[in-house]
Every structure is written in C-alpha cells, then in structure tokens.
C-alpha cells in the first residue's frame, strides 16, 4: 500500500513565525502536491512537484514556499504564518512522467491553527 | 481550464437506498475524472476513475460512477446505501497546464449522510 505521512497531525503557530510542514511518500512516486481544504472550497492546490528540485506555482502560491531536496519527502513552508493560513493541509503524490497524472495518495492531514 | 460542480452541498439516504452523489464537468478534449472519498478526520481516498471506454466504472467499496457526454456528468452511485458510506465526497479533472504539465481541479464537495 502507498503510504503519505505527515509531520503533524495538528499544529498551533502564532502570526509571524515560520512554519514548516512536512510530506514523506514511500513508493517512489515521481509527483508530490500540497494543497489546502476549506469548507466550501474543495481542495485547492498550492505548489507541486514533477521531479526532484523542481517546483510548480498552484492555485494559491502566494505566503508559502516549498522545498523537494529528495524524490520521497515535499516540505511546505509558511514564512511568515498568518491568520488566514489557518487550514487543513493535505499532501498528496502519485505515479506518472512527465507530468502525466495518475490518481493521487494522501497523507492524513495537518489541521494548522495561526493565533 | 477545466473544473467540475458538484450541486449539493449535503445529500441524505436512508440505509439501504440507492444513493447518488452529483458532479458536472466542463472541459476541452476528452476528460479525464475522479471520484475520491473522504472519511471524518482522514486524508482523501480514491474511489475510481474515468478515462475512456465503458460509460459505467466500477470502483472501490462498492461505487460506481456513470459518465454521460451529452449530460456533462459523473455522478457517483451505489445501489445500497451503508451507515459506513457517510463521508465527504469529491469529484475532480485532469487538467492540462500551458506548461504541459499536468494537474488535478477538485469540486468543492458533497456531504454524504446514511440514515439508520
């Protein structure tokens, strides 16, 4: 069975600090995404990866950057977390080259609260 | 770009009955479509996939979605609903990118309620 795990299950950061989130996938999976859930907006996608070191801007890039230093592991990080970041993150990867997308496996989820 | 609606906000059937959960697409070429699932406090699951072929697809825990072209739609079905079956659903398309890359647009969910 694919496996997507997150650093956290639920984290409570204050505005201004830097947060990090945290996604490992062990199948070896070339593509990893973050997004962010909000009631009554669905899943929207924030940055994504086809390869390692290489970043795609999603929906809604702006306030978070990411890093891909390895094929397994995708870090999202707020620089500086404010209130409206305030969310669910999920992360998700799946099989497929050349950006050719098969169906995603998520990780649990990170419910982030920014006080 | 493409994107999928799903009308429903919340849909409630009681165990037993037959449930539909409603999605519409809009997109160019053919389309490429999901249904995923997502059970209280879980990360989503993926249920099953459109991508060319027999209108009818079967997937996991006794779903199926049916693809109809001239409706725009792929709604998701089950012939007996289960207690176990309420969660939060979500349709989503494959879209294309300017930079041929490929990513996923997801609806913004239905809410899925078994009576007992």
């Known amino acids: 069975d694919v496996k997507v795990t997150q650093s956290s299950r639920y984290l409570v950061k204050r505005t201004g600090e830097k947060v990090f989130l945290e996604c490992v996938q062990d199948m070896d999976h070339e593509n990893m995404f973050w997004y962010r859930q909000d009631p009554g907006l669905g899943l929207r996608l924030i940055y994504f990866?086809?390869?390692?070191?290489?970043?795609e801007k999603g929906d809604i890039p702006e306030g978070y950057s990411v890093s891909r230093e390895k094929k397994e592991r995708f870090s999202l990080i707020l620089e500086s977390a404010s209130t409206n970041q305030t969310s669910m993150y999920l992360c998700?990867?799946?099989?497929?080259?050349?950006?050719?997308?098969?169906?995603?496996?998520f990780g649990p989820g990170t419910r982030l609260t920014v006080t | 770009a493409q994107s999928v609606a799903q009308p429903e906000d919340q849909v409630n059937v009681a165990e037993g009955n037959p449930l539909t959960v409603k999605c519409t697409y809009s997109v160019s070429g053919n389309p490429y479509l999901f249904w995923y699932v997502q059970y209280p406090n879980r990360g989503l699951q993926f249920l099953l996939k459109?991508?060319?072929?027999?209108?009818l697809v079967k997937g996991s825990y006794g779903f199926e979605a049916e693809f109809n072209k001239s409706q725009t739609s792929f709604h998701l079905k089950k012939p007996s609903a289960l207690v176990s079956d309420s969660a939060l659903y979500f349709c989503a398309v494959r879209d294309r990118l300017s930079g041929g890359y490929q990513k996923v647009t997801f609806g913004t969910g239905t809410k899925l309620q078994v009576i007992p």
């Open positions: 459109y991508i060319t072929g027999d209108n």
């Open positions: 990866s086809y390869d390692v070191k290489m970043k």
């Open positions: 998700a990867s799946s099989s497929g080259l050349a950006g050719d997308l098969y169906e995603q496996y």
